[in-house]
């Protein structure tokens, strides 16, 4: 019941009902304020406020526009780069597992011919020379491996840290090829 009599106070003491005289009055509050509000939307509407604002939005929306268009080419500039870095990288693993694969058949091939002519020439050191051979070819392996290794780290690390464009990128692969393959040779 108390809550009713709350509503029912709180609803008999609103503003719309404070007015008091005839509406065309001044001492109307609600006439005043229609008056002060068909004025003040009428100095707007003199001032053009509404084309105004509405050239606002329109700048607005074209500047966003262009904006997006903007950030939709850089979005597809860094696909293309984070694709051709991708391949660079790919390639450069490719070629860094053929070094070792080479390096490991050329080691091969060379403790087999070793060890063919250590036992047509010295029998009795058969044991030590195998036990060599075998250090030898393992070190070989894991120098050839670590070199290939830190070459292509470097590869990457130039090309990524330079950002070159695709010839000069293709230039630096090459020129790591070609100090790889020195090196290792």
């Given amino acids: 019941m108390k809550k009713s009599l709350s509503i029912a106070a709180i609803l008999a003491a609103s503003p719309a009902l404070a007015a008091s005289g005839p509406f065309f009055s001044l001492y109307n509050s609600n006439f005043v304020v229609l008056l002060a509000f068909l004025v003040f939307v009428g100095i707007l509407l003199w001032k053009n406020v509404p084309k105004m604002l509405g050239r ?3 700048e607005r929306a074209q500047l966003i526009r262009n904006e997006l268009d903007e950030a939709r080419l850089l979005r597809e500039e860094a696909q293309a780069l984070v694709a051709s870095y991708d391949a660079k990288m790919k390639e450069v693993a490719e070629q860094s597992a053929r070094i070792v694969a080479s390096a490991k058949d050329e080691a091969q091939a060379a403790a087999v011919q070793a060890k063919a002519d250590l ?6 050191r058969l044991a030590a020379a195998e036990d060599q ?3 030898a070819v393992q070190a070989a392996e894991v120098a050839v491996r670590n070199e290939a290794i830190t070459v292509s780290v470097q590869v990457a690390a130039e090309v990524l840290s330079k950002q070159m ?3 000069g990128a293709a230039a630096s692969v090459e020129a790591a090829i070609e100090e790889v393959a020195a090196s290792l040779n």
């Fill in 56 to 58: 606002m939005l329109d």
């Fill in 165 to 167: 464009t695709k010839d």
């Fill in 119 to 124: 036992q047509t020439s010295i029998i009795r």
């Fill in 133 to 135: 051979i075998n250090a």
